[in-house]
């Protein structure tokens, strides 16, 4: 395996004209070096001039609990001042920024548009431009790879769907780096900040995160390794129902139950179900306590996903499918649920602002046969590569 180089290993390799200027750091704990050093911390001891840290969702700890709001902190690790833009703002004032020259954005992503630290790009990117200080993003690659004809909708209908989980029209499995979405946003909605993207050196879009890394460093309390960030695209659909997404279990997005499932029935109509839908998955029935969020402390019956082949699995149909045979074999037990977080707090309309279309929910009453023959239709990604080629940065 061939050890590539983040955006902050370029970068850290050169000498940039601003290295001494001031500097606002946008970061977490998750960022580090490919040698697994902190990314502020590798800037400081190689005397880059930061003055500043903001932090998103999650914190600069990246412990914090999906949805809470996150406070201002002295950084323990730097002593240097923490803003938080997960908490009474979502983009930097004028304030916080007095004093910086420029923005430094270095923050891993996982490769799912409700994913929250893209949308903190996006206000840094527009705070930047009606601040005019240059920002630079630092580039990682996408987890789940870059290869567009894995890329899965629905397409977010920004009129009625747009939200903090989804602000721009783009689909649920983007398939793209934060640097090459920084790119098309930059231009498509005419922020026009001043934009530089340090790419990573030796990634390719073909490359899931095991074939250039050998260790995950978790992102949040609920994306701990791999697999949590494969299945999350389409598990995270689970937050707008009553079935357990793992949250409080070792192993959250892999998993989906609830005290009354059928286990046995809803794993084996799966594996019959998903095989002319997706690549290689297998669902496995298991037992498991969360110790968090819904069913806190009860035994849930539920299944595991299995990921045989991840370079052409397609999560959002998997868990689509997943959803809706659960509602099929559960009539009366099934329910839709609100997701109460600090950007949403009555939780409303959850499942429309994950799939990013209203009424969702009423393509979970087709037929479960006719709902598996057109669930590739309902994923689709539209003219999603097209839109964004001219704003690729990797091949």
């Not at 323990?76 to 983009?91: E, I, N, Q």
């Not at 990117?125 to 996408?142: E, K």
């Not at 968090?292 to 959002?316: I, W």
Request: with cysteine.
């Amino acid at each position: 395996m061939h050890r590539i180089q983040y955006g902050i290993d370029v970068l850290l390799a050169k000498e940039p004209a601003w290295k001494s200027r001031n500097i606002g750091l946008v970061t977490n704990h998750a960022a580090t070096t490919n040698r697994f050093v902190p990314s502020r911390v590798a800037l400081l001891q190689q005397g880059f001039t930061i003055v500043q840290l903001f932090s998103p969702e999650h914190g600069l700890d990246t412990t914090g609990a999906d949805g809470h709001a996150m406070s201002n902190q002295v950084d323990p690790l730097t002593r240097l001042p923490v803003t938080s833009l997960y908490g009474d703002k979502l983009a930097p004032t004028q304030a916080d920024v007095a004093g910086i020259d420029l923005m430094l954005f270095d923050i891993p992503d996982v490769g799912s548009r409700f994913y929250t630290y893209l949308w903190t790009l996006s206000h840094v990117m527009q705070a930047c431009a009606a601040y005019n200080i240059p920002l630079i993003i630092a580039d990682r690659p996408n987890p789940l790879s870059g290869n567009l004809q894995l890329a899965e909708g629905p397409i977010l209908d920004e009129t009625n769907c747009s939200s903090f989980i989804g602000r721009w029209s783009m689909p649920v499995r983007h398939s793209c780096t934060l640097g090459e979405l920084a790119r098309f946003f930059n231009e498509s909605r005419s922020i026009n900040c001043s934009l530089e993207v340090i790419p990573c050196a030796r990634w390719q879009r073909d490359q899931f995160f095991p074939g250039y890394a050998n260790s995950f460093v978790p992102l949040s309390p609920a994306i701990p390794g791999f697999e949590s960030a494969l299945l999350y695209p389409g598990l995270c659909f689970l937050e707008a129902t009553n079935i357990s997404e793992g949250r409080g279990t070792a192993v959250p997005f892999r998993v989906a139950g609830a005290p009354w499932l059928q286990a046995g029935t809803t794993a084996q109509l799966f594996n019959m179900m998903i095989a002319g839908i997706s690549g290689n998955v297998h669902a496995r029935p298991v037992v498991f306590t969360p110790t968090e969020g819904k069913y806190a402390g009860q035994s849930c019956n539920g299944v595991m996903l299995h990921v045989d082949d991840y370079h052409s699995f397609l999560p959002v149909a998997a868990g689509w499918l997943l959803i809706r045979l659960i509602k099929e074999l559960h009539p009366v037990e099934f329910a839709w649920a609100a997701y109460p977080t600090h950007v949403n707090p009555s939780g409303q309309k959850h499942l429309g602002l994950l799939a990013g279309i209203q009424n969702a929910e009423v393509l979970f009453e087709t037929d479960l046969d006719d709902f598996a023959k057109k669930l590739r239709t309902y994923t689709a990604s539209g003219n999603w590569p097209q839109c964004i080629q001219p704003f690729l940065i990797y091949s």
